[in-house]
């Protein structure tokens, strides 16, 4: 029996690929990274997306950066410092919410009514809600009361919440309870299982 390989957890120098090495395989990689995103993606009502991140996400976010600005050594650096911290580190998933409006004009107005939505969103497990955490070193929602169309969550288990997540019988449900925006969608057992290997 091999021993099962162990989750990466964090970005390093090392993991980055020259970028003239990555550009000859971007499309077979950013064909491969979209169908898993596939698997760890949830809607939310009509304009929120759940995109849960993980150390593959994250590869391909940086390199991605660094293809598209080529700021070279300096750059990595910036990135791995933005984009470690979106790894889940074994007892949480991080998740990037997207509130994906096409009209400009839309937009604006249905941001300006969620202010101070990054502190209303949630994943329950059986009923039992897990309050997302969001990343305060950055503006959320700004001063004049308009959301962020890019939300950064984090949602912390305990190793007895770790257990019923990645039991098949767990109803999960992700959510959000914003008095302007309140819905709440089932986690497709695909996603489920997909995102119990972010856990140790």
Known sequence: MTAAVPTKRRLTRADILPLAEYVKTRRERRQTISELKRRRRVELGPFATFYFENYATMWQQVHEMLYIEKGGEEQIADELAAYNPMIPQGSELVATVMLEIDDPARRGTVLGRLGGIEDHFFIELDRERIPGQPDLTRE????????????????????????????AETRVVVGCDHPNYGHMAVMPEPVRTALAEDFN
């Open 140 to 167: 959320n929602t700004s001063p004049d009361g308009k959301a962020s169309s890019v939300q950064f969550l984090w949602f912390p288990f305990s190793r007895p919440q770790i257990a019923r997540f990645k039991a």
